[in-house]
């Protein structure tokens, strides 16, 4: 927790806008839910989110919407249906 702290302090570059979001949702006691692809839930944010009694999850919604767009398709293209 230190070192995110210290980055935030120092304004480090390496902390992502993902990063700043959940931060501040355990700040407030938000829960949060992640939906990007940035390494949001960093070492010292989830030792902070587990102190705090806060709740987050989640992963990258894209994956799951890339995923989902891939069996469609293999199951349109595999039922002969043209688009």
Do not use: W
């Amino acid at each position: 927790m230190e070192n995110l702290f210290a980055s935030l302090d120092r304004n480090g570059l390496e902390i992502s806008p993902s990063t700043l979001y959940a931060l501040a949702c355990i700040m407030e006691n938000v829960p949060f839910i992640n939906g990007s692809p940035h390494n949001t839930f960093v070492p010292g944010l989830i030792d902070l989110a587990i102190k705090r009694n806060s709740l987050i999850g989640g992963d990258d919604f894209k994956s799951r919407q890339t995923k989902m767009k891939s069996v469609l398709v293999d199951f349109l293209v595999r039922a002969g249906i043209k688009l």
